[in-house]
């Protein structure tokens, strides 16, 4: 596709659900980054893959959270046993890699946890 | 450590005149710096970067941004602004030979009819 792809767009889980959440980057792209952005801040960098390596996972919140790249395209974050503080917004960047270009994300899955 | 801080929240401007919003970083080595903006309910949509060369940097949809070392600033700028330019911008710093992004809080821009 011509940009990044997220799904779903909107989820609902209750507390204690686990949820995965996709992302399809551009075709091509060797960097991929999830952000959590919760309402009215910034982004957060949570983690970055290099094709299927994950070389920075130091933003994940906690243990319940865990991001794959089995094949260096498609990624999932997967949040288990959810809870209210993680109600954010999604973020899946990807990029060439080559150091100085920038990221172009997707439109983002909003998480609401009730 | 990398960090950017965007210092207003909220600026406000007729339509026509000049824009501003500013942004001041701060990074170990040199900085690669990035405008982003967000449409309501929209993802971030790349506006221009800065890596290395002149300190003036243009971007899409007539913005440019001025890159300053010595006051460590990367404020984003517009000549004349257009009522469809108000949407939230973001600033962001990447350190040379770091791939993640830190993003400032953000600034939502209106522009007055």
């Known amino acids: 596709g011509a940009g990044v792809s997220q799904s779903p767009r909107y989820k609902v889980a209750k507390r204690g659900q686990d949820v995965a959440l996709r992302c399809d980057p551009i075709?091509?792209?060797?960097?991929l980054f999830w952000y959590q952005q919760a309402l009215g801040q910034g982004p957060e960098f949570l983690t970055y893959?290099?094709?299927?390596?994950?070389?920075?996972k130091s933003g994940l919140p906690s243990d319940r959270f865990f991001a794959e790249r089995p094949e260096g395209s498609v990624s999932t974050l997967k949040i288990q046993r959810t809870q209210q503080e993680d109600s954010a917004v999604y973020l899946c960047?990807?990029?060439?890699?080559?150091?100085?270009?920038?990221?172009?994300f997707g439109q983002g899955t909003r998480l609401t946890v009730v | 450590a990398q960090s950017v801080a965007q210092p207003e929240d909220q600026v406000n401007v007729a339509e026509g005149n000049p824009l501003t919003v500013k942004c001041t970083y701060s990074?170990?080595?040199?900085?690669?710096l990035f405008w982003y903006v967000q449409y309501p309910n929209r993802g971030l949509q790349f506006l221009l970067k800065?890596?290395?060369?002149?300190?003036l940097v243009k971007g899409s949809y007539g913005f440019e941004a001025e890159f300053n070392k010595s006051q460590t600033s990367f404020h984003l700028k517009k000549p004349s602004a257009l009522v469809s330019d108000s949407a939230l911008y973001f600033c962001?710093?990447?350190?040379?030979?770091?791939?993640?992004?830190?993003f400032g809080t953000g600034t939502r821009l209106t522009i007055i009819p």
């Open positions: 075709s091509g792209h060797v960097s």
């Open positions: 962001a710093v990447r350190d040379f030979g770091n791939e993640k992004l830190t």
């Open positions: 990074v170990s080595g040199n900085p690669y």
């Open positions: 960047a990807s990029s060439l890699g080559k150091g100085n270009t920038e990221a172009f």
């Open positions: 800065y890596i290395t060369g002149d300190n």
């Open positions: 893959f290099q094709n299927e390596a994950q070389l920075d």
